[in-house]
Each structure stands twice: as C-alpha cells, then as structure tokens.
Nanobody
Framework: QVQVAESGGGSVEAGGSLRLSCAAS????????MGWFRQAPGKGREGVAC???????YYGDSVRGRFTISRDNAKRTLYLQMNSLKPEDTAMYYC????????????????????RGQGTQVTVSS
C-alpha cells in the first residue's frame, strides 16, 4: 500500500528556514514522481516543487530560488528545504506521489498526484 507521511513543519519568523521530510512506504521512491504542494485556508492547492523519476526538479514561481526538493532513495525519504521564508508561505504542506504512468511533474507539481499525506503545518510570522 502506497503511503507517504510528512513531518518537520512548525512556526518560524520571516527569513528563517525549515526542512520538511516525507517518509515513503509501500513503493520504491525513485520510481515515482514526488512533489510537494500547499494549501492555505480559503485557497486552492498550489504546487510547490516536484522531482521527476529522472531527478529533474521543478519549482513554482513563488518559491523558486528559496526552496529545494531532494530525495534520499536509501532512506526512502523526500525533503523540502525551505529558506528565506515569508509570511505568504504559511500553509499546510503536503507530500504527494504519482506512479510512472500517472503523469509527470507538470503542470501540477504534485497538487494533482494520486497519493498524498495528511500534511504538516508551516506558519511564518512577520
């Protein structure tokens, strides 16, 4: 059974950093498209970052240059390093996974992927 579980959220001041982790089970991490998306209260899902099966990375315009997606296949873990955080980054962050034939990173960057976790809250204060 494909499962992903996020951790690492929290509260931080603007300009600070956080690293989110996503533990994967029930599938081979390197064989899936993996992404992060976020959702703020009253807003729709926003794709944040995605890493393809070939390890090509994609980022949303609002986070490019500040966030970095990576994965450790041996640890079965996906990461999102978030630097220079802004109050507008406040949201619930979700890890998402898509099988090889389920569609690539674009255009949703994970927001429409088949499997997702329960989310981890990130709050950035000004």
């Amino acid at each position: 059974q494909v499962q992903v579980a996020e951790s690492g959220g929290g509260s931080v001041e603007a300009g600070g950093s956080l690293r989110l982790s996503c533990a994967a089970s029930g599938f081979t991490l390197s064989n899936y498209y993996m992404g992060w998306f976020r959702q703020a209260p009253g807003k729709g899902r926003e794709g944040v970052a995605c890493i393809s099966i070939r390890s090509i990375t994609y980022y949303g315009d609002s986070v490019r240059g500040r966030f970095t997606i990576s994965r450790d296949n041996a640890k079965r873990t996906l990461y999102l390093q978030m630097n220079s955080l802004k109050p507008e980054d406040t949201a619930m962050y979700y890890c998402a996974a898509n099988p090889p034939l389920g569609g690539g990173c674009n255009p949703s960057l994970g927001a429409e992927f088949r499997y997702r976790g329960q989310g981890t809250q990130v709050t950035v204060s000004s």
